[in-house]
């Protein structure tokens, strides 16, 4: 068990609606990383936050926008809902030391399905 | 960009065969190279690791060596077994954020 908790684990949304999936970093960890992965597919990076600001973000429209709080913990929020976002959510925890990011650890995941 | 590329599955294997996932990469700079493990209705896991050409990352039995010349990583274990069955990404990271790119997957079944 790596300490990280995601929540809900499993939601049904319908196209159009908004999502919130919340995560909880492990203790002493102040970085947190968000990555969607469709099934059969390897997960793909969305984007990081560290000091509560997005510290990278990978190809995904500004509709996937995310929140760090001073506890390091993090939501990502998805508006105008599509069928393609149907996929695991990831969220993954890691401690920043200057320019370096140590090793992720990651939860076990939201998965979520558009209808 | 960057891009994983790992031999698509379903890998099935007897227990105590050895086994091969092949992984390739392609990356602008010197990336790390990864290999993580989901085990079914868990996490991902950090299988092994290796961070600069000809290093040799090893774990549980798995190992996997920074290939620069052929641009691989592939994941060996010399006998496998029933608890190994799992999907395996071949995955890497350049730069200190630590932004993984992940191979699509690679399921492994191993039979007794």
């Known amino acids: 068990e790596t300490g990280v908790t995601q929540s809900p684990t499993h939601l049904i949304k319908t196209r159009g609606q908004q999502v919130t999936l919340r995560c909880s970093s492990q203790s002493g960890h102040n970085t947190v990383s968000w990555y969607q992965q469709a099934l059969g597919q390897g997960p793909q990076f969305i984007f990081q936050y560290y000091r509560e600001e997005e510290n990278g973000r990978g190809n995904f429209p500004p509709r996937f926008s995310g929140l760090q709080f001073p506890n390091y913990s993090s939501e990502l929020n998805v508006n105008a809902l599509e069928l393609d976002d149907s996929a695991l959510y990831l969220c993954?925890?890691?401690?920043?030391?200057?320019?370096?990011?140590?090793?992720?650890?990651f939860g076990e995941g939201s998965r979520l399905t558009v209808l | 960009g960057n891009s994983v590329t790992q031999m698509e599955g379903p890998v099935t294997l007897s227990e105590e065969a050895f086994l091969t996932i092949n992984c390739t990469y392609t990356?602008?700079?010197?990336?790390?190279l990864f290999w993580y493990v989901q085990y079914p209705g868990e996490g991902l896991q950090l299988l092994l690791k290796?961070?600069?050409?000809?290093d040799k990352g090893s774990n549980k039995g798995f190992e996997a060596t920074y290939r620069k010349e052929t641009t691989s990583f592939h994941l060996e274990k010399g006998s496998v077994q029933v608890s190994d069955s799992a999907v395996y990404f071949c995955?890497?990271?350049?730069?200190?954020?630590?932004?993984?790119?992940f191979g699509s997957g690679t399921r492994l079944q191993v039979q007794p």
């Open positions: 993954a925890s890691s401690r920043t030391s200057g320019r370096s990011t140590g090793e992720l650890f």
């Open positions: 990356a602008t700079g010197y990336p790390s």
């Open positions: 290796a961070t600069k050409a000809d």
């Open positions: 995955a890497l990271s350049e730069g200190g954020r630590r932004a993984l790119t």
